[in-house]
């Protein structure tokens, strides 16, 4: 009960209105996914408390940060909250080392959890203290952002697309640092995106928000898994599979890796060695799987796995057709022809061999 | 297109009109200002020239005149700076002559505030005594050599507040923000008597005279409205009309 | 070149610059921070008020300070009901009046810098235990430190340049309200042409100096930013 982030909010603008009831688990990261205008930046500055709902309740892991039936509402900065926002906005008059240290110094010295070292360690700027924000690269005043975040010892950080801002190169720099907390540091983490790959990477829990409503909830597996949801529709659609390593062959640079249950198949992929037993986090695109009827073993094809149709959609575009798979416990979704579908005849219940092209190990 | 015979006409009428009529300008002495105004209609209802006052200070004026400010005749309101203004040539010779004698008077703007000897001088709890600049206006000297006079300027140096000219010194009275002033006697009175408040008419005999000369300058050698203006001052019917304001001649 | 009465003028226009620069920067900074923030009705007539003194002639507020001021006028009222007698021919007196004549030149650099500054900042302090004053003071102030400035120069070079107000409500008094412009008023009108320039010469050379100070400034800080 007391492990969960509660958020009841209502709000009228002139021309967007937002009206969620969203209950996410009280560790790990939570995502709210949505396109832009579909309300998931105001429900963060909401739960901030940097914008206020008419009606709302708020309440982090057993303490109430508003509540409008009793005319409840904790200041911003009365709450334990780290918040990164989309540009890194740090203060322009204020060295790297004093930015870092602004909230530190007003956090009691009993209630800090990290100290200037960790924070530094855990984000690679401890070369950076001296300098000014002017001189500082977008990734590095982003990295700057977070670790001062975290310096305030929150008991939630909020992020607010802190990608969004940098270019592709910038975000690949960022984003080992961000894995990084998710393992090492123990603050839920809600995670606002525009971005299926950020999400799949690193989010464990998915909202997904259309026009102010939160549409869909649920673990980032299942969610992704989902022919009903919008997510299922983009370029890069694909699920997120939680496999262990449990063998490597040095000869060919190949990792095995088992996914979870009694009867789950193996996956292998072109990969360095990595310490056997250790948990993977892999995402197989929709585009990257195909279904045959039998196993075709003389392909290239690596990867060659029994599924069973779950469901079967048709794509928004019209030569497509989505079709969700059952692996022994895991879930796949392939993107193939509706030309292939119907020589197939493909239907609920039916067996076949999914082809899997290429498997991206996340992080 | 059709503007042109409109303004052609007012052209035509402009024409005519300076003609038969002359235009004077001229600059006067702040203090004179009433009287001015109220001479101004007889004398163009008499002359048939036009007059165009300026109103300022004597010092201004002369920093005016010396940088070519195009004043046809010159009413002061002291005798120097017209002197001056002969001894450096910028006057039709022998123009200057003296206009009104100008009266001195203490003023409150409440009424019974000042007694008929301006006795509240010396006994009065005012806390401010407005006069004009004396550097500047010749009734601010006159002012101040009434003071010296009745041996009261070190008792009043603290409450000497300076108004730039004798207009601002009757200004700072008339607001109540001096109980006490020396103005102009013209600045507040009309047909034989005091207009508003209490005063105390300064005898002559208290300060140097404050003579006003006037001048006609070399700007006006030629306009005939300059030479009428200045002997329309001389005329009995002019002399008493500047009398009913509070003036001497 | 200077006399005493040159040198009283000098003092006392540096000392009125002075006071009343410090009073718009206390008075100027609360009102500019609310111009700049509020989404309230009367931001537009407040606004408009503050920036009457740009367009107003100097004669018409010291013609209304004088009516003001005076033993008939309201602050005249409220002041002799205090006990502090009238304020006008004071250097109180023309600190009131001053601080009305250069209140825009104070509190629209103010304005321009805290708008400037955004809500973005103010909202990171907040996100870091900062409370609204604690982010006013450690945030918002020094980041409208060049608003700051450009206000404090602004202020204090008009406060000097100021001569109507002070002619209106001054009178003239040595030492308390004759500041440098009227002494060089005084000093034309009594033909003292030599003082004049002396005084209107060192007036030109202080004014350029505060504007070569501000344009200098502004060009350096375009420089590294």
Request: hydrophobic residues 45%; glycine residues 8%.
């Amino acid at each position: 009960m007391s492990h969960t982030i509660r958020a009841r909010l209502q709000l009228r603008r002139d021309t967007f209105s937002l009206d969620v009831d969203l209950e996410l688990p009280g560790r790990g990261i939570s995502a709210l996914f949505g396109h832009s205008g579909s309300g998931k930046t105001t429900c963060l500055r909401c739960l901030a408390g940097l914008e206020r709902a008419s009606h709302g309740r708020v309440e982090v892991n057993g303490e109430v940060w508003q509540d409008d039936t009793q005319r409840t509402f904790i200041a911003p900065h009365r709450r334990p909250l780290g918040y990164v926002f989309q540009e890194a906005s740090l203060f322009a008059h204020l060295s790297v080392r004093d930015n870092l240290m602004f909230g530190w110094r007003r956090v009691a010295s009993e209630q800090r959890k990290v100290s200037l070292e960790q924070a530094c360690e855990l984000l690679g700027i401890g070369h950076l203290l001296t300098r000014r924000p002017a001189t500082l690269s977008g990734g590095e005043a982003q990295r700057v952002g977070i670790a001062r975040a975290l310096l305030s010892s929150p008991r939630l950080l909020l992020m607010d697309e802190p990608l969004a801002a940098l270019d592709g190169p910038r975000k690949r720099e960022i984003l080992p640092y961000l894995e990084r907390l998710h393992r090492e540091l123990d603050i839920p983490l809600v995670y606002v995106s525009h971005s299926q790959d950020e999400v799949a990477r690193l989010a464990d829990h998915l909202v997904l928000l259309e026009q102010g409503r939160a549409v869909a909830s649920g673990p980032i597996a299942d969610m992704l898994a989902r022919l009903d949801l919008s997510l299922s529709q983009s370029e890069d659609a694909g699920v997120v599979l939680e496999g262990t390593v449990s063998g490597h062959d040095p000869a060919y640079q190949l990792l095995d890796l088992r996914l979870p249950g009694t009867d789950a198949p193996l996956l292998r992929i072109a990969h360095p060695a990595q310490a056997l037993g250790s948990s993977v986090r892999v995402k197989v695109q929709a585009r990257d799987v195909s279904l045959s009827l039998d196993a075709d073993s003389t392909s290239s094809i690596l990867n060659r796995i029994a599924v069973r149709v779950r469901e079967c959609r048709p794509a928004e575009n019209p030569a497509h057709v989505l079709v969700a798979l059952d692996a022994a416990g895991s879930a796949l979704l392939a993107r193939i022809t509706r030309y292939s579908a119907d020589q197939l005849q493909i239907h609920p219940g039916q067996a076949l061999w999914a082809q899997i092209k290429s498997v991206a190990i996340l992080g | 297109m059709f503007m042109r015979p409109t303004l052609l006409a007012i052209a035509t009428l402009l024409t005519i009109n300076t003609a038969w009529a002359d235009e004077v300008q001229v600059a006067v002495a702040a203090n004179f200002t009433a009287p001015i105004k109220a001479l101004a209609a007889d004398f163009q209802k008499d002359t048939g020239h036009t007059l165009v006052a300026a109103y300022g200070s004597t010092g201004q004026f002369y920093a005016q005149i010396n940088n070519g400010a195009p004043f046809d005749v010159f009413l002061a309101a002291d005798d120097t700076t017209p002197a001056k203004l002969e001894q450096e040539k910028a006057i039709v010779p022998g123009s200057r002559f003296t206009y009104a004698i100008g009266t001195l008077a203490l003023w409150s703007a409440k009424p019974d505030y000042v007694d008929a000897k301006g006795d509240v001088l010396s006994k009065g709890t005012y806390k401010h005594l407005a006069i004009a600049n004396p550097k500047a206006a010749p009734y601010g000297l006159a002012a101040t050599q009434v003071l010296e006079k009745l041996k009261l300027t070190e008792a009043t140096k603290a409450k000497l507040v300076e108004g730039q000219n004798i207009t601002q010194a009757y200004q700072f009275v008339s607001t109540g923000n001096a109980e006490l002033g020396f103005v102009a006697l013209s600045q507040i009175y009309q047909d034989g008597k005091v207009t508003q408040g209490s005063a105390w008419i300064v005898p002559a005999a208290l300060h140097e005279p404050i003579r006003q000369d006037a001048v006609i300058l070399n700007k006006g050698k030629d306009n005939p409205a300059a030479k009428a203006l200045v002997d329309y001052l001389k005329t009995p019917k002019a002399t008493a009309l500047i009398k009913s304001y509070g003036y001497e001649i | 070149m200077f006399d005493a009465s040159d040198l009283g003028a000098i003092w006392l226009t540096l000392k009125l610059a002075s006071v009343t620069t410090l009073i718009l920067l206390l008075v100027g900074t609360p009102l500019a921070w609310w111009l700049a923030r509020t989404r309230s009705w009367w931001r537009g007539p407040i606004g408009a008020v503050v920036a009457l003194p740009l367009v107003l002639p100097p004669t018409v507020i010291g013609f209304y300070l004088l009516l003001a001021l005076g033993p008939n006028g309201l602050i005249g009222q409220t002041t002799a009901a205090l006990g502090l007698g009238s304020v006008v021919f004071s250097f109180t007196g023309l600190v009131i009046g001053s601080v009305v004549y250069s209140l825009p030149f104070v509190v629209q650099p103010l304005q321009n810098a805290f708008g400037a500054i955004g809500q973005r900042p103010l909202e990171v302090a907040a996100t870091l235990r900062a409370s609204p004053w604690d982010s006013f003071i450690h945030v918002a102030l020094p980041l409208a430190r060049p608003g700051f400035i450009t206000a404090s120069i602004l202020g204090f070079a008009h406060t000097v340049g100021e001569f109507g107000v002070v002619l209106m409500i001054g009178g003239n008094i040595p030492d308390k309200t004759r500041v440098v412009s009227v002494q060089i008023f005084d000093h034309v009108e009594a033909m003292e042409y030599a003082q004049a320039h002396w005084l209107a010469g060192a007036m030109l050379v202080f004014s350029f100096l505060v504007l070569l100070m501000l344009y200098a400034g502004r060009r350096d800080k375009a420089g590294w930013s």
